[in-house]
């Protein structure tokens, strides 16, 4: 018992024992500088540097571009900045496209191919309601005039589904695609499917403000658009969203890209509602898809 204690007490002051290390002047032997230190304490020294430099590496790697070069690290971020690029590439390639157009058809009038009437013009992402170009014609409202004054007084047309007007109002369809499953309300499915293309961009069906944008377990990421004539859109199960609550969006412009997110969700596509006066319509009574 008696040696197992000196042993314990032969280790402790062994690395307690101090050490001198003296620094002295080559040419005249003085001491310039010394310390003197344990086995303990210089062990003690060099974990607290390691730890230090552990810790300066860690924020040199967060805080620059290294961080990307990690496996796993900052995905998400990555997979948003790709995103982004793809959806200004293809923005930039449509503003090629009509600049092409636009310089073809000055190419043919100065050839004398064409002449200024019979040009149509590229069409553009976006449209307003404000559009002149959209705004109704005196015939068609001449017409529309002498429908209403005859059909008045027919109760047919004083259905509550046929009391929306949408004069003036045109809506874009927000995703180029084929429609997998229709508008059915008796089994609750009040908007039409689209499945389209990975990753393309959905765009608003008319211009608006964004009352929601957000996650639901069931349906995924999902924003809705209320728009002055008293019509919501609604988009659901889509990969990204790229506008906020409060922002306002004009027709065609892009709000989010499609995904397969949600529980309700079986494979890539875009759930599409449209409502009027808090009632749910069929889309393709009001957009060509």
């Known amino acids: 018992m008696s040696k197992r204690k000196n042993n314990k007490h032969d280790f402790w002051k062994r690395i307690h024992f101090k050490y001198k290390l003296s620094v002295i002047n080559e040419n005249t032997l003085e001491e310039v500088a010394k310390i003197r230190t344990s086995k303990f304490w210089g062990t003690l020294l060099v974990f607290f540097l390691v730890i230090i430099l552990m810790v300066l590496s860690s924020i040199v790697i967060i805080s620059t571009p290294i961080r990307n070069y990690l496996p796993g690290y900052l995905d998400s971020e990555i997979m948003e900045q790709a995103l982004m690029s793809a959806i200004r590439a293809d923005s ?6 009509h600049q092409s157009i636009y310089i073809s058809n000055i190419q043919d009038i100065f050839a004398g191919k064409i002449s ?3 040009l149509t013009y590229a069409d553009t992402v976006s449209i307003s309601e ?3 170009s959209l705004r109704s014609t005196n015939t068609e409202k001449d017409f529309n005039r002498k429908f209403e004054e005859e059909e008045k007084y027919t109760i047919s047309v004083l259905s509550p589904n046929t009391a929306a007007t949408t004069e003036n109002i045109t809506f874009f369809r927000p995703v180029k695609g084929v429609i997998s499953d229709k508008y059915n309300p008796s089994i609750k499915h009040y908007g039409v499917d689209i499945v389209a293309a990975p990753k393309a961009s959905v765009v608003a069906a008319l211009e608006g403000t964004v009352i929601f944008a957000g996650f639901d377990a069931n349906v995924g990421y999902i ?10 859109s609604v988009y659901k199960h889509n990969a990204m969203l790229l506008k906020e609550i409060g922002d ?9 890209i499609i995904g397969d997110t949600g529980k309700l969700s079986n494979g890539a596509h875009l759930h599409f509602e449209l409502w009027y006066k808090g009632k749910p319509v069929n889309p393709e009574l009001y957009i060509s898809f």
Do not use: P
């Open 116 to 118: 200024v009437d019979s």
């Open 92 to 97: 930039l390639e449509q503003q090629l496209l």
């Open 248 to 256: 306002e969006v004009r027709t065609g412009e892009a709000i989010a």
């Open 130 to 132: 404000d559009d002149k």
């Open 223 to 232: 924003i809705q658009i209320q728009h002055s004539n008293g019509f919501i």
